[in-house]
């Protein structure tokens, strides 16, 4: 009896693995996706857009005491910074980490670089590319220097729709000053008092978002740089001025029409990229830089409805990859603030972290529709 009870238990035992191999096995042939892991998919396609590293400040105001640009800015207001410049080549290493075995060594038929017309951005992505891309073996021309040039292309500021965002579009221009006198009609007695403190204490006239968001950081870059701020500043920095400052930031993408403009056209240029990828084309092609500006991915990431990222920090990148599973694109989106973090996958707005191509293009389709030559 003992031993009857015992095969019983055993044959009982023997079919519940049968049938749960069974199982395991429909799901893992005809639900694979559900099991896959992305890191493992094949990814087709890297497009970054990356935002320049620490520099000096773009301006200085009427009674700032670091005003004086030979003493405290020797290498200039806008410019880069060794501090910047460390931070854009560890921010190449990262992605050297991340992407090694997807392109191991530049190609010029491979990769393209794409930046603003600004020193700060084309020397960002200068050392960046020199974190990314060491010469090895046959690349390798000075064993004094273990560095190799790559091609950087940009157009003039005042052409660039793309990444500096400054080709000039009446459209546009109408409908930001029509949202701008729509916010300022809010305004409230404080706002106007904190207008007034302002102009009183910096000796000029601050009296619009902008004016607040441009001072706003001046302070942050000389309070980075261990500068003691003005004793008048306590009073309205940061808290105040960070308030007026994200206001402004995202003024530029305030409503539907604006970020048609102002964020569409990049986001244009990526899917037209990954869609030319999935139907064969650009088969040598694996990466694609944008070296810009925290507004660059202000406006994509507010042109795609993201919320909550309104300040990007230096080295902050926004990360897209196109992935091919089981014969369909796959979309996926990361997220750096700064350049010292590892990215962040992104659910997309209306869609998801396994999000199809067609699906993005098909929620893309009205930033995406915008012609610049003919709309401005």
């Not at 910047?84 to 190609?107: E, H, M, N, P, T």
């Not at 960002?124 to 590319?129: G, M, R």
Request: with cysteine; glycine share 4%.
């Amino acid at each position: 009896m003992v031993l009857n009870r015992y095969n019983s238990t055993k044959l009982l035992i023997l079919g519940s693995l049968i049938v749960i191999g069974v199982i395991s096995g429909f799901l893992l042939i005809f639900y694979k996706p559900l099991f896959m892991n992305w890191s493992e998919t094949n990814l087709e396609y890297v497009v970054v857009i990356h935002r320049h590293g620490d520099r000096t400040p773009t301006r200085t105001y009427e009674n700032d005491p670091y005003k004086d640009e030979q003493k405290y800015w020797p290498i200039g207001l806008g410019q880069l910074t060794k501090k910047g410049k460390r931070q854009l080549y560890y921010l190449g290493k990262i992605f050297r980490k991340r992407y090694k075995k997807f392109i191991s060594k530049y190609l010029s038929k491979s990769v393209r670089v794409n930046s603003s017309d600004y020193d700060r951005t084309h020397m960002s992505a200068a050392v960046l590319l020199a974190g990314l891309f060491p010469p090895e073996t046959d690349q390798i021309w000075s064993h004094q220097l273990i560095w190799q040039p790559i091609a950087i292309h940009s157009v003039p500021i005042t052409k660039d729709k793309v990444i500096a965002l400054q080709a000039p579009c009446p459209k546009y221009i109408l409908e930001l000053d029509r949202v701008l006198a729509e916010l300022a009609s809010h305004e409230t007695l404080e706002d106007k008092a904190l207008y007034n403190y302002l102009t009183e204490n910096t000796g000029q006239n601050i009296s619009t978002l902008r004016d607040v968001e441009i001072l706003h950081d001046t302070l942050l870059i000389e309070e980075r740089n261990g500068l003691p701020l003005p004793t008048w500043t306590r009073k309205v920095y940061p808290t105040l001025t960070r308030e007026k400052a994200i206001l402004s930031a995202i003024s530029f993408t305030w409503n539907d029409v604006l970020k048609r403009f102002f964020g569409g056209p990049l986001i244009k240029d990526i899917l037209w990229q990954f869609n030319e990828k999935s139907e064969g084309h650009l088969k040598d092609m694996k990466l694609l830089l944008y070296s810009g500006h925290d507004s660059t991915i202000l406006s994509v990431m507010r042109a795609l409805d993201f919320k909550g990222f309104l300040m990007p920090d230096f080295g902050a990148s926004l990360i897209f990859e196109l992935h091919k599973l089981n014969d369909k694109y796959h979309v996926k989106i990361f997220y750096m603030h700064n350049a010292e973090v590892e990215p962040t996958e992104l659910e997309i707005p209306n869609c998801t972290t396994h999000c199809t191509l067609d699906k993005f293009l098909n929620i893309t389709e009205y930033v995406r529709s915008v012609d610049w030559d003919t709309q401005c």
